[in-house]
C-alpha cells in the first residue's frame, strides 16, 4: 500500500493491536511506516509551540533545608 495509505489506517488502530500488526510485517516497511509516523507526530507538536502561553512571573528562591 501507499505510505499515506498506510498512514491513514495506522493512526485509527488502537496502539496496542497496531503493534500487533507490526510485528507481523516485514522489517523494512514496519521501520518506514514508524519514521513516518514519528515525522508526523513531530511536525503537528512543533507547529502548536507557538501557540503556548508565556510563563511571567518571578522566580522565587527556595530556602535551603
Known amino acids: ?25 516485514q522489517p523494512e516497511a514496519a521501520e518506514r511506516l514508524t519514521v513516518e509516523m514519528a515525522r508526523r507526530a513531530g511536525a503537528d507538536k512543533s507547529a502548536a509551540i507557538p501557540d503556548l502561553p508565556k510563563i511571567e512571573g518571578k522566580v522565587t528562591p527556595t530556602k535551603p533545608n
Open 1 to 25: 500500500l501507499d505510505m499515506g495509505v498506510l498512514i491513514e489506517i495506522a493512526v485509527q488502530i488502537k496502539p496496542q493491536k497496531m503493534s500487533d500488526i507490526m510485528g507481523l510485517m
